[in-house]
């Protein structure tokens, strides 16, 4: 059965750091691109930073480009968000996501909280 698990989040002044990390289970990890998405109050889900198989490529939504940076430890079943330059805006739910050509995990989510 696939697992994932976030965690890492929590409550951050504006301008501060978090990283969040997310560990699967139950799959064969590097076969899957891995992604980070998040889901204000209100919004729909939006993409946040992918990152891909072999972790040789990154890409990041233009509103966090720059302060946000995905990477992923294959060994240890595990992909992270480091988050810095945290604005009020970045307040969401954070998910990670696992995909590959046939199917798609989420994990349940991990509450950001940016405060001004």
């Known amino acids: 059965q696939v697992q994932l698990v976030e965690f890492g989040g929590g409550l951050v002044q504006a301008g501060g750091s978090l990283q969040l990390s997310c560990a699967a289970s139950?799959?064969?990890?590097?076969?899957?691109?891995m992604g980070w998405f998040r889901q204000a109050p209100g919004k729909e889900r939006e993409f946040v930073a992918g990152?891909?198989?072999?972790?040789?490529?990154?890409n990041y939504s233009d509103s966090v480009k720059g302060r946000f940076t995905i990477s992923r430890d294959n060994a240890g079943n595990a992909v992270y968000l480091q988050m810095s330059s945290l604005k009020p805006e970045d307040t969401a739910v954070y998910y990670c996501?696992?995909?590959?050509?046939?199917?798609?995990?989420w994990g349940p989510g991990t509450q950001v909280t940016v405060s001004s």
């Open positions: 139950g799959l064969t990890f590097n076969s899957y691109h």
């Open positions: 996501n696992l995909y590959d050509t046939r199917n798609t995990y």
């Open positions: 990152i891909t198989r072999n972790g040789g490529n990154t």
